[in-house]
């Protein structure tokens, strides 16, 4: 794949990548699959951490062996989860959240699907010290109706300098919130609910509601700290005015300041320095609306816009308690100055065939209060051009 980018019409860099993969049926219950990722842009990542060679990053994007039994699947290795509704980027666990090495098991019976895994995460240097952290996840998705879908999911996060795999973590029926209280333990956890409605055929409702922490009682100076929480609300429609493969979609993102932050800092929500949730990150929010079509046989049009707002708060913010200090504690949304993005973006895709695929796309981004600071602005337009050949068909 190669990628040119012009911005502001002052740079253009021509970035290569490569996804190498090899996949193996041994038998009818036993494969492996294993997948590279040699990317050039990987490498001027600043979240990366791994050897640079002649330009190029690479690292293993997925490598697991899968075992299949009758009503479910157990899967060991390199693998990536993405659990949601949302069109832009999950609250729970995002399809933009680094690869995580773990063990799965998935299945499902009737009409229900089930997943849990436990993963091993980066460790963390605090203090000198190295603290290990892992993270577990269990969901289950129920499809009540032909027309009606709901999913439950819970993750937690935890570590520490002696600690390693806790056994009530691993038990996927078991109730992870419960066994932190019940164990004392200050771990990190996430409770999410989504759901997907399709009254008729071209049409979808869908949204999450994500909770990290929500105060219950109001009888302590500590039970004023502010809900963590975050929802997403989604509508589609499908060929609309009659044309065949159009969508039309609308989506608004919104997540409270602190979500996926903790006190320890080892469970804050991260792995490989990213979020493992929604990209927007806490004390933000995101409209966005997209039009899709097909023009003609193999070519398809996008145009799309979106609206965030960024406040203060970070995931790698100090972890502050004012309402201890205040009585009358009251927190805004978004937090502080501002930084506030628009989005314009217009986008051409042709399939050639089965192997071959280009893609145009073209941009305008203003951002003013640019990382939080008044006054700070900027505005641009990217070009990107996009080939992807695929040798083999997989």
């Avoid at 978004?334 to 930084?339: D, I, K, L």
């Amino acid at each position: 794949m190669e990628k040119a980018q012009i911005q502001k019409a002052k740079r253009s860099d021509l970035l290569e990548r490569g996804l190498p993969f090899l996949g193996a049926q041994f038998s009818k219950n036993f494969s492996l699959f294993l997948r590279y990722d040699i990317n050039e842009s990987l490498a001027k990542d600043p979240t990366y951490e791994g050897k640079v060679w002649k330009g190029f990053a690479g690292e293993a994007d997925q490598a697991y062996f899968a075992f299949k039994f009758p009503y479910f699947k157990l899967i060991l290795g390199r693998d990536r989860l993405s659990w949601g509704q949302s069109k832009i980027s999950s609250l729970i666990l995002s399809d933009e959240s680094p690869h995580l090495d773990m063990i799965k098991i998935q299945g499902g019976w009737g009409f229900f699907q089930g997943t849990a895994f436990t993963a091993f995460l980066e460790p963390m240097a605090v203090e000198g010290k190295i603290i290990k952290r892992y993270l577990s996840g269990h969901r289950l998705s129920f499809k009540i109706y032909p027309w009606a879908e709901l999913g439950l999911s819970e993750t937690i996060i935890y570590g520490g300098e002696d600690r390693g795999l806790e056994p009530y973590y691993l038990n996927p029926l078991l109730w992870y919130h419960g066994a932190q209280l019940n164990h004392n333990r200050d771990d990190n956890t996430f409770l999410s609910f989504d759901f997907n409605l399709s009254p008729k055929e071209n049409i979808l409702f869908y949204g999450e509601f994500l909770i990290d922490d929500f105060q219950i009682e109001k009888s302590s100076p500590s039970d004023k700290e502010p809900d963590e929480l975050g929802f997403i609300l989604g509508f589609s429609l499908a060929d609309f005015f009659g044309l065949s493969g159009s969508e039309f979609n609308l989506e608004y993102d919104r997540i409270a300041n602190r979500t996926y932050n903790q006190q320890n800092e080892w469970n804050r929500y991260l792995h490989k320095k990213r979020l493992l949730g929604s990209r927007l990150g806490p004390d933000s929010d995101c409209f966005k609306t997209s039009i899709r079509g097909w023009i003609k046989k193999g070519l398809e049009m996008k145009i799309g816009y979106s609206f965030s707002r960024h406040g203060e708060g970070s995931i790698f913010s100090f972890w502050d308690q004012p309402w201890l200090f205040d009585p009358d504690y009251k927190e805004k949304f978004p937090t502080g100055v501002v930084e506030k993005t628009k989005d314009f973006s217009f986008g051409l895709g042709y399939r050639y065939n089965s192997h071959l695929k280009a893609n145009l796309n073209f941009g305008y981004t203003k951002v003013s209060n640019k990382e939080n600071i008044s006054g700070n602005g900027e505005d641009f337009f990217k070009l990107t051009i996009n080939f992807q050949y695929q040798f083999i068909k997989r």
